[in-house]
């Protein structure tokens, strides 16, 4: 199966239940919000993606690869932003995006070509040279996905990207993932603001641990607008 699919997963720390039977799929070129108030989850869930902490059950395939049977594979097509910045601050935005495109085993003309390609589509090739130290949260972050593209992914994961961002940068990094998506990624989406959703978006609504919805934002709206909807299934702050 294309894209991302999430079967019955379970976690526990402890006695604490932190994923309870949770099931999604979102098809190639599809954007998917994964939107729960803080503690639904969300995070908990983009470990178990990125194989940083193995489920106690379930199955989790990405780009038709199992990921425990075939970890390499299944990572292989991730493209990953996690919520806390993980650029070397004292390195320049190249030099952390030729690092990181080592790793992948891309060197030479090949990697110069996809680096380039990556910072021209987050309008960041007049920062490369900068250190990462040096750069605002917005350009950080852009830093942050177009390293996340330079293998060419299947799939990316962004796990509340937007955080302590302003509104304008907000909008446009979210228009942006809005983009690759109709570029034809996969694009998993963490959030808790319904602000960052659009009408026409995959939805994935996750609480205490649970799925308590899935399908495409308007549907899971109805009548009502998402965020009145958000907060009648989970009481949260939206």
Known sequence: ???????????????????????FHVAQGRFCALLGPNGAGKSTLFNLLTRLFTPHGGQIEVAGHD???????ALGHLGIVFQQTTLDLDLSVQQNLSYFAALHGLAGRKARHRIDAALDRLDMRERAGEKARTLNGGHRRRAEIARSLIHDP??????????GLDAATRQAITAYAHQLAEDGKT?????????EVAVQDDLVILH???????????????????????????????
């Open 67 to 73: 990921l425990a049977r075939h970890p390499r594979a």
């Open 154 to 163: 299947a799939v990316l994961l962004l796990d509340e990207p937007t955080v």
């Open 187 to 195: 694009v998993l989406w963490a959030t808790h603001l319904t602000d």
């Open 1 to 23: 199966m294309s894209g991302l699919a999430v079967t019955n997963l379970t976690y526990a720390y402890g006695s604490k239940q932190a994923l309870s039977g949770v099931s």
């Open 208 to 238: 205490k641990s649970r799925v308590l919805a899935t399908g495409d934002a308007a549907s899971i709206g109805g009548e009502y607008s998402l965020k009145e909807r958000f907060l009648s299934l989970t009481g949260a702050a939206a």
